[in-house]
């Protein structure tokens, strides 16, 4: 049984809320036994001479061989008999399941600490007690058992088999990042702010930030440690160091070990030029870009003017408004969604700043068939038991994008690509803790820094069990390995230490007071254009969210998930056949 999430960066475990069937294998291999003593016995010469062993004994005893095959044959009918009761029960189970909208089987289990299972009393007692040995992250007596109480919600939703207790020695394991700094500032937050409101929100607002000696020393500590995270990520993994010098310097020859989950976003342009930095420079780096494909048309160049009018931070340099107007004139238009918008200009960024280096850019593009159909036969099954509109966009845009199967321009044209890269980068995290979310400026805005604090709290609470399963589950499924830098446990206590203001500033607008730092430390490592990109989710940006339909809500259970179970599906093919 796998740990509650023993590092924050790991997805969150799963618990079983159906309890296996010991007697149904026990059932099994007693009729393959039996099924081979009515063979030998069959295909006896009547001649042949029969000897039966006494039950509880060492005697064997001369027998009829006709009666001891009947008696065989009829033992092997009754065992089949039981296993396919047994097997009839289970399927009413998936039926009643299926039927009134029962919970899935599995559910995610939080990353309060570690869990212990005692599976040899489990197989005597036919129940699972899950012992919590909780991180110790709070001061006082009552850690315990206040971690404790945080999954009555989960226990309340188990079987009455499972149940999650403290563990009797009130033992906890040290917590692996520090706490998150919950100060509030001593003047009000506005006053802070004044000086830099006041300028427009372009790239010297944050010039204006840099000013500041302090500011400019935490910026340069964050790049240090997430850089060192990076680091971890890209060159823990085998590489074929066998290679001849002469063969090494092949550089167009030689296979991607590293893939970026890239939008051409801000979270995605820094771990990237990150990862410039270690990954040796003969080797490429595989950027994959999903887009669904979309009858809308492309904003247009003339509408482009009057946006950036309005809203200029949010159109950070002229090359953008040109890469959409010339996606407007591609043939290739249907996939021409936002992501894969800043994905090329953050491309141009990144190749402008290393041009040395290989970026295979590969354009990933679904069509609603595919989509269905893949989402149906195998991305559902990954996704469970979450089962939100969110998590079936995510989901299914995470699993085309970390398949790696696309498009690359090589040589002035299109050929086919499959990033074969085991480690896949993504920059979840960063949203999370730098108050990135839209609900963050909500939150702000009605309940000021100390509600702002308790929003990010929150997120990093349920970030294992919210998201990381999911994701985890869903690029392992392409026998590839999800890595998320901004989770690196020294990059979580580094953010976790800072003051919220010095993280973000939401009395700035969109595309500069969310993720502060991180666009901070963006324009310190030279990526002005993507340093001013407002926040956009992956459901949108790769115009997955409302592709099927437009009035549902990102909270709202997502019917297309609400799919047969595997187990469900092996029955449907043997009532066909």
């Not at 790991?10 to 294998?25: D, F, I, Q, W």
């Not at 990954?279 to 160049?301: G, R, Y």
């Not at 009057?306 to 249907?334: F, G, L, Y």
């Amino acid at each position: 049984m796998p740990s509650g999430g023993s590092r924050l960066e790991e997805g969150a475990a799963l618990v079983p809320t159906e309890n296996s069937s010991p007697h149904k294998e026990d059932l099994s291999s007693k009729i393959k036994e039996q099924k081979i003593v009515v063979d030998e016995l069959s295909n006896l010469k009547k001649n042949r001479k029969v000897y039966r062993q006494q039950q509880n004994s060492n005697i064997f005893f001369l027998a009829d061989r006709t009666e001891v095959l009947s008696e065989s044959k009829n033992i092997l009918d009754e065992l089949k008999k039981e296993y396919q009761e047994i097997e009839n029960s289970e399927k009413t189970k998936i039926k009643k399941y299926q039927t009134s909208g029962v919970a899935n089987q599995w559910q995610e289990v939080p990353a309060s600490g570690i869990f212990r299972i005692d599976l040899k009393f489990s197989s005597i007692s036919n129940s699972v007690i899950l012992k919590l040995y909780p991180w110790k992250y709070i001061s006082g007596e009552n850690v315990i058992k206040e971690c404790v109480n945080s999954l009555t919600q989960i226990s309340a939703n188990l079987p009455t088999f499972v149940s999650v207790v403290e563990n009797e020695a009130k033992l906890y394991v040290k917590e692996p990042v520090v706490p998150l700094n919950m100060t509030l500032p001593q003047s009000p937050f506005e006053i802070h702010c004044n000086n830099i409101s006041s300028v427009p929100p372009m790239r010297e607002t944050l010039e204006v930030f840099l000013t500041d000696g302090h500011m400019k020393k935490v910026v340069q500590q964050f790049i240090d440690v997430l850089s060192v995270a990076v680091r971890r990520r890209v060159l823990c993994l085998p590489r074929d160091d066998s290679l001849a010098p002469t063969e090494v310097l092949k550089t167009y020859a030689r296979k991607a070990n590293v893939a970026i989950l890239f939008s051409g976003g801000i979270d995605s342009m820094v771990i990237a030029t990150l990862a410039d930095r270690h990954i040796p420079l003969d080797e490429p780096v595989d950027l994959l870009n999903v887009a669904f494909m979309t009858e809308e048309k492309t904003i247009s160049t003339n509408c482009n003017k009057k946006r950036k009018q309005k809203h200029h931070c949010e159109t950070p340099s002229e090359k953008s408004s040109r890469n959409i107007a010339a996606a407007a004139d591609s043939p290739d238009k249907q996939f021409s969604v936002p992501d894969r918008i800043t994905g090329r200009a953050g491309l141009e960024e990144l190749q402008a700043a290393n041009p040395s280096r290989i970026w295979n850019f590969v354009e990933i593009n679904v069509s609603l068939e595919e989509l269905q159909k893949l989402r149906r036969t195998r991305i559902c099954h990954l996704v469970q038991p979450l089962a939100t509109v969110l998590d079936d966009s995510i989901g299914c845009a995470v699993w085309f994008a970390s398949r790696g199967m696309g498009w690359l321009m090589t040589q002035d044209e299109m050929q086919s690509y499959q990033s074969n890269a085991k480690v896949v980068l993504t920059g979840i995290g960063a949203d999370e803790q730098l108050a990135g979310y839209s609900r963050h400026r909500l939150r702000f805005q009605t309940q000021g820094i100390e509600g702002l604090n308790k929003e990010i709290k929150m997120e990093l609470g349920r970030i294992s069990s919210r998201n990381l399963g999911r994701d985890d589950r869903v690029i392992g499924d392409h026998g590839k390995e999800a890595r998320f830098p901004f989770l690196d446990e020294n990059v979580v206590s580094f953010l976790n230490s800072l003051p919220v203001w010095e993280k973000a500033n939401l009395t700035l607008p969109r595309g500069i007071g969310e993720k502060l730092i991180l666009r901070l430390a963006a324009m310190e490592l030279g990526l002005t254009a993507s340093a001013l990109l407002p926040k956009r989710a992956m459901q949108f940006g790769s115009r997955i969210a409302k592709m099927e339909k437009n009035n549902e809500k990102a909270s709202d259970k997502c019917g297309r998930l609400q799919v047969i179970s595997l187990e469900n599906l092996s029955i449907e093919k043997e009532i066909k056949m």
